[in-house]
């Protein structure tokens, strides 16, 4: 029941900026805290951003912190992931996740690539 569909992926210069969107159904969305994920090839998933059900509290990786911004709108039960001043580093396949149900839940996942 609990679905996440990720979108916004592709390709980018470096320096350049994509915003990720993450479309959420099947819970409440609003009590809910959401998380992006990362893998990269020959890499383990890692943790990019969370955050809180409300939008009061947000955690970033050291690596992305300033450059990258979590956001939701539990109107439209969407979060966002703005990624500005990407890298070639920035490549990997992005996840949203959230937890319910006693499980960590994720989308199919979304392929961005940084490269000239």
């Known amino acids: 029941q609990v679905q996440l569909v990720e979108s916004g992926g592709g390709l980018v210069q470096p320096g350049g900026s994509l915003r990720l969107s993450c479309a959420a159904s099947g819970f409440t969305f609003s009590t809910s805290a959401m998380s992006w994920y990362r893998q990269a090839p020959g890499k383990e998933r890692e943790l990019v951003a969370s955050?809180?059900?409300?939008?009061?509290?947000?955690n970033y990786a050291n690596s992305v912190k300033g450059r990258f911004t979590i956001s939701r709108d539990n109107a439209k039960n969407t979060v966002y992931l703005q990624m500005n001043s990407l890298k070639s580093e920035d490549t990997a396949v992005y996840y949203c996740s959230a937890y319910r149900l006693a499980r960590r839940h994720w989308g199919q996942g979304t392929q961005v690539t940084v490269s000239s």
């Open positions: 955050i809180a059900s409300a939008g009061t509290s947000t």
